[in-house]
């Protein structure tokens, strides 16, 4: 052989080797790719020209928007999706499921991200078209009954906004994922990052239950429950309004039974509630029962079925005590005294080794109100729904909601907005994107068109290199 052909079957030989490895480009940062996107998902043909939400995928849509109301959910067990109402310009046909619950929905893109599991991640943005914060329990479709419903939907698919990387990922690391974003009512987005609220009481068990109470400032009683996990940090379960009343404390035995009492919002009456705190984080309550005149009250269980409340009276200086006794739906009260004994640490509940502190106080922009806690793996952290979904910023919204965003959202036309967001490594959506002359440099993340097979757009955002 002489030596050029040695020389050129050497090179074929090592672009052999080296084809493999250099023939997949590097796969774009998350935060810097261009997605193709569509606003109203759910109206398919009967507004604008999008089809199923299975033939959008098929298309290579990466971000879907269903309308969410929440309204019917006591009655239906779930959240309906429509423009105006639940059905307002919902396209059924195409393979897009015949009801309008939301579970329905999310199935379908579940289902389509199951059998693509190489696909860029799929976002998922549930515009809020009513206020989540009048529903006041799990039952009435608070946002932790919107949390379970996207984590049983989803499953592992699912990227948890608490789990998202602090190092930016690449588009390949994120394949086959799916991340649910919040949008719509500002107040519901601004709650699901934040609790307020007046005089918190926590109490702790020793298998690491926890109870924290509070009220609202205006009458009204809340409560939240979770669990204290081996990493010393709380993971917050279910939230709800209980009653109406002031100054609440409440206590918490090994076997997830609790008493809780407070006082009335517009006499100075004491009242108390018995509990039980089930494994799913939800709390069973009994009626209210009013057991004396006074202000301040606080409890502890002194067994497992022992209680020891002691309160100021509504006259003077002077604390009071009463003995209680568990039985069932009730309580025994008795042995009324004054005592010199101070009322019990209410904020600050110790078991088992652990010890859980709540607090209010500012977390940046957030109010002066807002609910904190302390635990051995946390200081300040906010009492709070888990961050299961991300949750967008929009132009105008508050600082709290700008704080920690990473998705940005405006009107198409905002295009300095956009430019500005996408330029700070945001994740953006410009929706009504239905014109060349609307987009920008950088284009948003996702611009969310109503046409998305129009040639100008699939020229826009080939042109920009949209990932699928």
Not at 340 to 367: L, Y
Not at 380 to 398: L, N, T
Request: charged share 15%.
């Amino acid at each position: 052989m002489s030596r050029s052909s040695a020389m050129a079957v050497a090179a074929l030989v090592t672009a052999a080797v080296l084809t493999p490895a250099t023939a997949h480009a590097a796969s774009p940062p998350f935060t810097s790719s261009v997605f193709e996107a569509t606003h109203n998902s759910y109206s398919g043909n009967v507004d604008g020209a999008k089809n199923s939400l299975a033939y959008q995928l098929d298309h290579g849509v990466r971000f879907l928007e269903l309308d969410v109301h929440d309204n019917g959910y006591a009655t239906a067990h779930d959240y309906g999706v429509g423009h105006d109402s639940p059905g307002n310009l919902v396209d059924h046909s195409g393979g897009n499921p015949a009801s309008n619950n939301l579970r329905d929905w999310l199935a379908v893109v579940n289902t389509w991200s199951a059998q693509h599991p190489a696909a860029a991640p799929i976002v998922v943005m549930l515009d809020l078209k009513d206020d989540l914060t009048d529903n006041p329990s799990f039952a009435d479709g608070n946002l932790t009954a919107l949390n379970q419903e996207l984590e049983s939907v989803f499953g592992a698919r699912l990227l948890r906004a608490q789990d998202y990387p602090a190092a930016q990922p690449d588009v390949d690391a994120l394949r086959g994922r799916v991340l649910p974003l919040l949008s719509g009512d500002a107040g519901s987005r601004t709650e699901y990052k934040r609790d307020v609220g007046y005089h918190p009481a926590v109490a702790l068990n020793g298998r690491g239950q926890v109870v924290e109470v509070h009220d609202s400032g205006a009458g009204a009683l809340w409560y939240w429950t979770g669990t204290y996990g081996a990493d010393g940090r709380i993971t917050w379960l279910r939230h709800g309004k209980y009653d109406s009343g002031q100054t609440p404390a409440v206590a918490l035995n090994d076997n997830g039974d609790l008493v809780e009492v407070h006082q009335s919002q517009t006499a100075a009456t004491l009242w108390y509630h018995v509990g039980k705190l089930g494994a799913d984080g939800e709390i069973t309550w009994q009626a209210s029962h009013q057991y004396d005149n006074g202000v301040l009250p606080t409890v502890a269980f002194t067994d497992a079925t022992h209680l020891r409340e002691i309160h100021q009276s509504q006259s003077s200086s002077q604390n009071w005590t009463w003995n209680g006794v568990l039985a069932g739906a009730t309580v025994s009260w008795t042995g009324n005294a004054k005592t010199s004994d101070a009322r019990f640490a209410k904020a600050t509940a110790t078991s088992a080794g652990r010890t859980v502190s709540v607090w209010t106080g500012a977390d940046g922009p957030t109010p002066s109100n807002t609910l904190r806690v302390d635990t051995a793996g946390t200081t300040g952290d906010r009492i709070r729904y888990r961050q299961v979904a991300f949750d967008e910023f929009q132009q105008g919204d508050s600082a709290e909601l700008r704080q920690g965003a990473l998705f940005y959202g405006a009107p198409a036309t905002e295009s300095a907005f956009i430019t500005s967001a996408r330029q700070a490594g945001k994740l953006v959506r410009g929706w009504d994107f239905d014109s060349a002359s609307q987009a920008t440099t950088p284009l948003a993340n996702y611009p969310a068109t109503n046409h998305p097979y129009d040639a100008w757009y699939q020229n826009l955002v080939t042109q920009n290199g949209a990932v699928e």
